[in-house]
């Protein structure tokens, strides 16, 4: 399995960004993406998931109304649109595959990528 994030970089406050996640290895449309980061000196958290089996998508308090997750099964990708960007969004954000994601934990086996770089200035 092989799980490769890409479309990071730096943006000023209010700005946008669009995150892109790349799945291959397996049945792309019977499990989850989730979208997690992290924050320069701060533990991991959870931002977003999609269930790629039914279109569920679940969103963390802190980013509802700003970024939507969405996905195109016959791509194999994720997108997370992230719209009016704030400083405290910054962090390496990486995408994981999963047999399920539910409010951003997995379960079952998951594969993540190695990340991508986002900053937003103030």
């Known amino acids: 399995v092989q799980v490769a994030e890409s479309g990071g970089g730096l943006v000023q406050a209010g700005g946008s960004l669009r995150l892109s996640c790349t799945a291959s290895g397996f049945t792309f449309d019977d499990n989850a993406i989730g979208w997690f980061r992290q924050a320069p000196g701060k533990g991991r958290e959870g931002v977003s998931c999609?269930?790629?089996?039914?279109?569920?998508?679940y969103y963390d308090d802190s980013v509802k109304g700003r970024f939507t997750i969405s996905s195109d099964n016959a791509k194999n990708t994720v997108w997370l649109q992230m719209n009016g960007l704030k400083p405290e969004d910054t962090g390496v954000y990486y995408c994981a595959a999963a047999e399920v994601c539910i409010a951003t934990v997995l379960y079952g086996d998951n594969h993540w990528g190695k990340g991508t770089l986002v900053t937003v200035s103030s």
């Open positions: 999609i269930s790629n089996r039914d279109g569920n998508t």
